[in-house]
């Protein structure tokens, strides 16, 4: 039987500005690994609130933060919205606003601080590779079709695995981007698998979005997923 959960908005500072979030959990009261949940660029969606009920009933402690707390909360599905709240948002405050769910993530009870990891997609894709070469905090990362930074002198600080899902027929980003992080990786001697779906768009993993969405390949990357978070976070 699956376990029951408890889920609710928090908030918790980040430098002069409050931070939202979702945090959901198993109810037993046990010491779990973490994730952290990086959202689209839509904002902090129901999609997004149920990607984290669904690592929670896998075990683990898990948030989504709103990083469009500094915009006002924000949640939309017109793309062009989408688009100039990320583009809005600059890379550094969204990066502070990780760091203070890093932080607020080591206070919940029962959340193991040496077992946390981070996921993202599109927009919280490129999040979540990110994050983890700003600190060594996150010990796994599979971020979803987010952007490879260019030029890749970030990746040389990258502490933790990272399994990076990505559909070849992806209009935003390029397979020359995959290769890219694939030769960084590889240069850096970084611990990281590429795995790439043929005939997957973008956003293939989002089930609420019937043009695009996989459901084979979407069911594949959360087994894969999962097995990678389970070897990486010993659940």
């Given at each position: 039987?699956?376990e029951?959960?408890?889920?609710?908005?928090?908030?918790y500072p980040?430098?002069?500005?409050?931070?939202?979030?979702?945090?959901?959990?198993?109810?037993?009261?046990?010491?779990?690994?973490?994730?952290?949940?990086?959202?689209?660029?839509?904002?902090?969606?129901?999609?997004?609130?149920?990607?984290?009920?669904?690592?929670?009933?896998?075990?683990?402690v898990?948030?989504?933060?709103?990083?469009?707390?500094r915009?006002g909360?924000?949640?939309?599905?017109?793309?062009?919205?989408?688009?100039?709240?990320?583009?809005?948002?600059?890379?550094?405050?969204?990066?502070?606003?990780l760091?203070?769910?890093?932080?607020?993530?080591?206070?919940?009870?029962?959340?193991?601080?040496?077992r946390?990891?981070?996921?993202?997609?599109?927009?919280?894709?490129?999040?979540?590779?990110?994050?983890?070469?700003?600190?060594?905090?996150?010990?796994?990362?599979?971020?979803?079709?987010?952007?490879?930074p260019?030029?890749?002198?970030?990746?040389?600080?990258?502490?933790?695995?990272?399994?990076?899902?990505?559909?070849?027929?992806?209009g935003?980003?390029?397979?020359?981007?995959?290769?890219?992080?694939?030769?960084?990786?590889?240069?850096?001697?970084?611990?990281?698998?590429?795995k790439?779906?043929?005939?997957?768009p973008?956003?293939?993993f989002?089930?609420?979005?019937?043009?695009?969405?996989?459901?084979?390949?979407?069911k594949?990357?959360w087994?894969?997923?999962?097995?990678?978070?389970?070897?990486?976070?010993?659940?």
């Amino acid at each position: 039987m699956a376990e029951a959960l408890n889920a609710s908005m928090v908030q918790y500072p980040s430098e002069k500005v409050t931070v939202q979030a979702y945090l959901v959990a198993p109810q037993t009261k046990k010491t779990r690994a973490a994730m952290i949940v990086v959202q689209e660029w839509w904002g902090l969606s129901d999609h997004i609130k149920d990607i984290a009920r669904r690592y929670a009933g896998e075990g683990y402690v898990a948030i989504a933060p709103d990083l469009y707390s500094r915009l006002g909360h924000k949640v939309t599905t017109d793309a062009d919205e989408a688009a100039k709240l990320m583009g809005t948002l600059r890379q550094e405050d969204g990066l502070t606003d990780l760091h203070a769910t890093l932080a607020y993530l080591k206070t919940v009870p029962g959340v193991d601080a040496n077992r946390i990891g981070v996921t993202g997609f599109c927009m919280g894709g490129s999040y979540t590779l990110m994050l983890p070469c700003t600190t060594t905090a996150i010990k796994a990362a599979a971020p979803y079709y987010g952007q490879v930074p260019n030029p890749d002198t970030p990746l040389q600080k990258l502490a933790c695995p990272v399994l990076y899902i990505y559909g070849e027929d992806d209009g935003w980003i390029t397979k020359a981007d995959v290769q890219r992080l694939a030769t960084a990786l590889k240069k850096y001697n970084k611990q990281g698998e590429i795995k790439t779906y043929p005939g997957a768009p973008h956003a293939f993993f989002n089930d609420t979005r019937k043009d695009v969405y996989k459901p084979a390949e979407a069911k594949d990357a959360w087994s894969r997923t999962l097995a990678f978070f389970r070897l990486h976070l010993k659940t």
